[in-house]
T-cell receptor, first 112, second 113 residues
Framework: NAGVTQTPKFQVLKTGQSMTLQCAQD?????MYWYRQDPGMGLRLIYY???????DKGEVPNGYNVSRLNKREFSLRLESAAPSQTSVYFC???????????FGQGTRLTVV | QKEVEQNSGPLSVPEGAIASLNCTYS??????FFWYRQYSGKSPELIMS????GDKEDGRFTAQLNKASQYVSLLIRDSQPSDSATYLC?????????????FGTGTKLQVIP
Protein backbone atom coordinates (compact mmCIF):
# COMPACT_ATOMS: atom_id res chain seq x y z
CA ASN A 1 0.00 0.00 0.00
CA ALA A 2 1.83 3.11 -1.28
CA GLY A 3 -0.26 5.76 0.57
CA VAL A 4 0.80 9.21 -0.62
CA THR A 5 3.50 9.39 -3.30
CA GLN A 6 5.34 12.57 -4.24
CA THR A 7 7.73 13.17 -7.08
CA PRO A 8 10.45 14.28 -7.36
CA LYS A 9 12.25 13.84 -4.03
CA PHE A 10 14.89 16.47 -4.80
CA GLN A 11 15.03 19.32 -7.29
CA VAL A 12 17.31 22.26 -7.99
CA LEU A 13 15.90 25.10 -10.07
CA LYS A 14 17.31 28.32 -11.35
CA THR A 15 15.45 31.54 -10.56
CA GLY A 16 12.66 32.02 -13.07
CA GLN A 17 12.34 28.36 -14.07
CA SER A 18 9.05 26.54 -13.71
CA MET A 19 8.24 23.08 -12.42
CA THR A 20 5.39 20.91 -11.23
CA LEU A 21 5.43 18.78 -8.09
CA GLN A 22 3.30 15.69 -8.43
CA CYS A 23 1.29 13.99 -5.70
CA ALA A 24 -0.91 10.91 -5.83
CA GLN A 25 -2.77 8.99 -3.13
CA ASP A 26 -4.30 5.53 -3.30
CA UNK A 27 -6.48 5.74 -0.17
CA UNK A 28 -9.60 7.12 -1.87
CA UNK A 29 -9.33 10.31 0.20
CA UNK A 30 -11.36 13.37 -0.69
CA UNK A 31 -9.11 16.04 0.82
CA MET A 32 -5.59 16.78 -0.33
CA TYR A 33 -3.11 19.44 0.80
CA TRP A 34 0.18 21.04 -0.11
CA TYR A 35 2.40 22.34 2.70
CA ARG A 36 5.81 23.89 2.80
CA GLN A 37 8.12 23.45 5.78
CA ASP A 38 10.85 25.92 6.61
CA PRO A 39 13.11 25.93 9.69
CA GLY A 40 11.32 27.46 12.68
CA MET A 41 8.11 28.02 10.67
CA GLY A 42 6.45 24.65 10.94
CA LEU A 43 4.12 23.34 8.24
CA ARG A 44 2.38 26.13 6.36
CA LEU A 45 -0.57 25.41 4.09
CA ILE A 46 -0.13 26.52 0.48
CA TYR A 47 -3.31 25.15 -1.15
CA TYR A 48 -5.83 22.50 -0.38
CA UNK A 49 -8.54 20.60 -2.21
CA UNK A 50 -11.58 19.48 -0.23
CA UNK A 51 -12.81 17.29 -3.07
CA UNK A 52 -12.23 16.51 -6.71
CA UNK A 53 -12.77 19.64 -8.79
CA UNK A 54 -12.27 22.16 -5.99
CA UNK A 55 -9.16 23.99 -4.80
CA ASP A 56 -8.66 26.83 -2.34
CA LYS A 57 -5.85 29.01 -1.11
CA GLY A 58 -4.18 28.37 2.19
CA GLU A 59 -1.88 30.53 4.27
CA VAL A 60 0.94 31.09 1.72
CA PRO A 61 -0.43 30.68 -1.86
CA ASN A 62 1.51 33.44 -3.64
CA GLY A 63 3.75 32.13 -6.42
CA TYR A 64 1.98 28.77 -6.63
CA ASN A 65 -0.85 27.19 -8.57
CA VAL A 66 -2.50 23.81 -8.11
CA SER A 67 -4.55 21.33 -10.10
CA ARG A 68 -6.75 18.58 -8.72
CA LEU A 69 -6.53 16.37 -11.77
CA ASN A 70 -8.80 13.65 -10.38
CA LYS A 71 -9.54 12.17 -6.98
CA ARG A 72 -6.07 10.62 -6.75
CA GLU A 73 -3.82 13.40 -8.00
CA PHE A 74 -3.06 16.93 -6.77
CA SER A 75 -0.19 18.83 -8.38
CA LEU A 76 1.61 22.00 -7.31
CA ARG A 77 3.14 24.29 -9.93
CA LEU A 78 5.74 26.99 -9.54
CA GLU A 79 5.46 29.22 -12.60
CA SER A 80 8.56 31.34 -11.99
CA ALA A 81 10.67 30.00 -9.15
CA ALA A 82 12.22 32.40 -6.65
CA PRO A 83 14.89 31.75 -3.99
CA SER A 84 12.20 32.38 -1.32
CA GLN A 85 10.53 29.19 -2.53
CA THR A 86 13.47 27.09 -1.40
CA SER A 87 11.81 24.74 1.06
CA VAL A 88 10.66 21.21 1.73
CA TYR A 89 7.23 20.56 0.23
CA PHE A 90 4.83 17.97 1.59
CA CYS A 91 1.65 16.66 0.06
CA UNK A 92 -0.95 15.17 2.40
CA UNK A 93 -4.36 13.59 2.13
CA UNK A 94 -7.24 12.99 4.54
CA UNK A 95 -10.30 10.83 4.55
CA UNK A 96 -13.69 11.38 6.13
CA UNK A 97 -14.70 13.82 8.84
CA UNK A 98 -12.08 14.63 11.45
CA UNK A 99 -9.53 11.96 10.70
CA UNK A 100 -5.77 12.34 10.45
CA UNK A 101 -3.67 13.48 7.51
CA UNK A 102 -1.20 11.15 5.79
CA PHE A 103 1.95 12.63 4.31
CA GLY A 104 4.06 11.94 1.27
CA GLN A 105 7.84 11.61 1.50
CA GLY A 106 8.46 15.29 0.72
CA THR A 107 10.25 17.19 -2.02
CA ARG A 108 13.35 19.15 -1.14
CA LEU A 109 13.45 22.10 -3.54
CA THR A 110 16.35 24.50 -3.89
CA VAL A 111 16.06 27.63 -6.04
CA VAL A 112 19.38 29.24 -6.92
CA GLN B 1 -1.64 34.68 18.75
CA LYS B 2 -0.72 31.55 16.82
CA GLU B 3 -3.55 29.10 16.31
CA VAL B 4 -1.52 26.15 17.58
CA GLU B 5 1.38 26.82 19.91
CA GLN B 6 4.20 24.57 21.00
CA ASN B 7 7.46 25.21 22.79
CA SER B 8 10.17 24.75 20.16
CA GLY B 9 12.59 23.19 22.63
CA PRO B 10 14.86 21.41 22.54
CA LEU B 11 13.48 19.36 25.38
CA SER B 12 16.23 17.14 26.75
CA VAL B 13 15.41 14.12 28.90
CA PRO B 14 17.59 11.21 30.05
CA GLU B 15 16.94 7.75 28.67
CA GLY B 16 14.20 6.02 30.66
CA ALA B 17 12.57 9.24 31.85
CA ILE B 18 9.13 10.60 30.99
CA ALA B 19 9.04 13.26 28.27
CA SER B 20 6.13 15.70 28.46
CA LEU B 21 5.20 17.67 25.36
CA ASN B 22 2.57 20.39 25.41
CA CYS B 23 0.35 22.16 22.90
CA THR B 24 -2.27 24.88 23.19
CA TYR B 25 -4.79 25.89 20.55
CA SER B 26 -6.91 28.98 20.05
CA UNK B 27 -10.05 27.72 18.28
CA UNK B 28 -12.44 26.64 21.01
CA UNK B 29 -14.54 24.53 18.62
CA UNK B 30 -11.65 22.39 17.39
CA UNK B 31 -12.78 18.82 16.89
CA UNK B 32 -9.80 16.51 16.74
CA PHE B 33 -6.19 16.51 17.80
CA PHE B 34 -3.11 14.65 16.65
CA TRP B 35 0.52 14.15 17.53
CA TYR B 36 2.99 13.52 14.73
CA ARG B 37 6.64 12.53 15.02
CA GLN B 38 9.08 13.84 12.43
CA TYR B 39 12.63 12.60 12.17
CA SER B 40 15.15 14.91 10.54
CA GLY B 41 14.78 14.83 6.76
CA LYS B 42 11.65 12.68 6.91
CA SER B 43 7.92 13.29 6.64
CA PRO B 44 5.61 13.56 9.66
CA GLU B 45 4.12 10.27 10.84
CA LEU B 46 1.07 9.95 13.06
CA ILE B 47 1.65 8.54 16.54
CA MET B 48 -1.51 9.50 18.43
CA SER B 49 -4.97 10.88 17.83
CA UNK B 50 -7.43 12.06 20.48
CA UNK B 51 -10.98 13.32 20.07
CA UNK B 52 -12.50 13.62 23.54
CA UNK B 53 -11.44 14.96 26.92
CA GLY B 54 -9.24 12.75 29.05
CA ASP B 55 -6.35 10.41 28.46
CA LYS B 56 -5.65 7.97 25.66
CA GLU B 57 -2.85 5.46 26.01
CA ASP B 58 -1.02 3.53 23.31
CA GLY B 59 2.04 1.64 24.48
CA ARG B 60 4.56 4.13 25.87
CA PHE B 61 2.56 7.09 24.59
CA THR B 62 -0.30 8.88 26.37
CA ALA B 63 -2.21 11.77 24.85
CA GLN B 64 -4.16 14.06 27.16
CA LEU B 65 -6.87 16.48 26.06
CA ASN B 66 -8.52 19.27 28.04
CA LYS B 67 -10.92 21.17 25.80
CA ALA B 68 -11.91 23.64 28.53
CA SER B 69 -8.28 24.74 28.85
CA GLN B 70 -7.64 24.27 25.09
CA TYR B 71 -4.66 22.13 25.88
CA VAL B 72 -3.36 18.84 24.54
CA SER B 73 -0.26 17.02 25.70
CA LEU B 74 1.80 13.95 24.87
CA LEU B 75 3.62 11.89 27.47
CA ILE B 76 6.33 9.47 26.41
CA ARG B 77 7.22 6.97 29.12
CA ASP B 78 10.56 5.15 29.29
CA SER B 79 12.02 7.52 26.68
CA GLN B 80 14.48 5.96 24.26
CA PRO B 81 17.16 7.57 22.09
CA SER B 82 15.05 6.52 19.09
CA ASP B 83 12.34 8.90 20.35
CA SER B 84 14.63 11.84 19.55
CA ALA B 85 12.68 13.76 16.91
CA THR B 86 10.47 16.78 16.43
CA TYR B 87 6.90 16.31 17.63
CA LEU B 88 4.16 18.21 15.84
CA CYS B 89 0.76 18.96 17.31
CA UNK B 90 -2.10 19.20 14.80
CA UNK B 91 -5.65 20.42 15.29
CA UNK B 92 -8.68 20.04 13.02
CA UNK B 93 -11.48 22.57 13.16
CA UNK B 94 -14.37 23.60 10.95
CA UNK B 95 -13.71 26.77 8.98
CA UNK B 96 -16.09 28.23 6.44
CA UNK B 97 -17.41 24.90 5.22
CA UNK B 98 -14.19 22.92 5.18
CA UNK B 99 -12.04 21.21 7.77
CA UNK B 100 -8.93 23.19 8.53
CA UNK B 101 -5.82 21.31 9.63
CA UNK B 102 -3.39 23.50 11.56
CA PHE B 103 0.02 22.42 12.78
CA GLY B 104 2.19 23.78 15.54
CA THR B 105 5.82 24.53 14.79
CA GLY B 106 6.92 21.44 16.69
CA THR B 107 8.93 20.59 19.78
CA LYS B 108 12.35 19.03 19.34
CA LEU B 109 12.93 16.19 21.79
CA GLN B 110 16.41 14.92 22.63
CA VAL B 111 16.71 11.73 24.64
CA ILE B 112 20.15 11.50 26.20
CA PRO B 113 21.59 7.93 26.54
Amino acid sequence: NAGVTQTPKFQVLKTGQSMTLQCAQDMNHNSMYWYRQDPGMGLRLIYYSASEGTTDKGEVPNGYNVSRLNKREFSLRLESAAPSQTSVYFCASRGILYTEAFFGQGTRLTVV
Amino acid sequence: QKEVEQNSGPLSVPEGAIASLNCTYSDRVSQSFFWYRQYSGKSPELIMSIYSNGDKEDGRFTAQLNKASQYVSLLIRDSQPSDSATYLCAVISDSGGYQKVTFGTGTKLQVIP
